[in-house]
């Protein structure tokens, strides 16, 4: 769990980084859920802006941001390789993830998406019929665990 101060400077570019990004997820939220898809400028949009950011005012060490990185980069390999069954706008956000957040704070993040993710699914099984093969957006799991840590 993070500290106190660490959640007000957990992207390490201040409480404006934080409002942006919660600004970013909530599009992404809407249109993943809308849609089913995101342009990718979007997404490359809002990851030119939190590069920038981190560019300017981050205090994440370049070995922890390449780290993030090649986290993203392992999830770009598995939407390629299982055809987007994960949906290269997800892998794409996980590495603006890593660049905002570094390494371990993106793999607690994960963690936390993954299990609301994995609740939800639970749920919907016994609840409809819902299957393993049925598929639903990851955007809105990866915001909500963004939010929670922001203001929990």
Known sequence: ??????????????????LCMGMFLGILTFLDLM?????????LGGGSIVSILWLVQGKVSGSLVLGGIGVGAVFLLISYLTREAFGYADSLL????GISLGVWNLMQLLTYAFLLSAVFAMIQMVRTSFS???????IPFLAVAYAGVMFL
Request: hydrophobic residues 45%; positive net charge.
């Open 1 to 18: 769990m993070w500290t106190i101060n660490e959640l007000c400077t957990m992207n390490q570019i201040g409480i404006s980084g934080q």
């Open 94 to 97: 996980i590495i603006i993830f």
């Open 35 to 43: 849609y089913r898809k995101i342009p990718v400028w979007i997404i």
């Open 132 to 138: 393993r093969k049925t598929a639903y957006p990851f």
